[in-house]
């Protein structure tokens, strides 16, 4: 079953350009040919590039020590810790949702969606879709599907205490010991984005 983000347009040629990207999003995450993010620049000018955090190393790494220094109950809604998509995290996120890309369309003159067709839940949210939708000058207004952010750890009451860890430096795990010998795996992807 397919859902959408539905977003005001903001421009006719923002809404183009998103078009543009979107079908080559589409064809490269259809056919398992995902390009490298020089490809994916040349479809944003630099009005589109600005809406992205850009950080330096530095900069990087002193919100590392933040958010690894943070309580994990307060650090999702802490926000001093909320950022911007960098550009290679949301298409990071685009080419390994667990969703296929359909389409960019507009529903009437001022309103258009942007669709997608997930194959389980969760399946990576939706936040990528709407960086993408923003980044060309209009506003995402509703979604189906729209995962929420957790404001503290879960816990199973079957299970034991959580363990956090970094895959690498865009993702996280969680890992919840569950029955004894069993462990579960949640795997997210860092902020900032």
């Known amino acids: 079953m397919s859902e959408h983000v539905e977003f005001a347009i903001g421009s006719i040629a ?7 990207v979107t079908f080559a999003l ?9 390009k490298d993010e020089a490809f994916w620049l040349e ?3 630099a009005s589109a590039r600005s809406h992205f955090l850009w950080p330096t190393p530095h900069e990087l790494e002193d919100w590392r020590q933040r958010w690894f220094g943070t309580p994990a109950a307060t650090g999702f809604t802490d926000p001093t810790l909320k950022t911007r998509w960098t550009f290679g995290s949301m298409i990071n ?13 507009k529903n009437s003159g001022s309103i258009g969606r942007f669709e997608f067709d997930p194959h389980g839940y969760p399946y990576g ?10 980044a060309f000058g209009h ?6 599907g729209d995962e929420a952010t957790p404001t503290q750890p ?13 895959i690498n430096e865009k993702s996280m795990y969680i890992d919840t010991p569950c029955d004894n010998s069993r462990v579960l795996r949640v795997a997210t992807r860092l902020r900032p984005h």
């Open 14 to 20: 923002g809404y183009w350009k998103l078009e543009a």
């Open 125 to 134: 949210g939706i936040g990528c879709m709407r960086a993408l939708i923003e």
């Open 154 to 166: 879960q816990k199973n009451p079957r299970c034991g205490r959580m363990t956090v860890g970094a």
């Open 43 to 45: 479809y944003f000018d």
């Open 139 to 144: 506003r995402a207004a509703a979604a189906d």
């Open 26 to 34: 589409v064809m490269s995450k259809g056919t398992h040919d995902w």
């Open 93 to 105: 996120a685009l080419e390994n949702g667990d969703y296929d890309l359909l389409g960019c369309r």
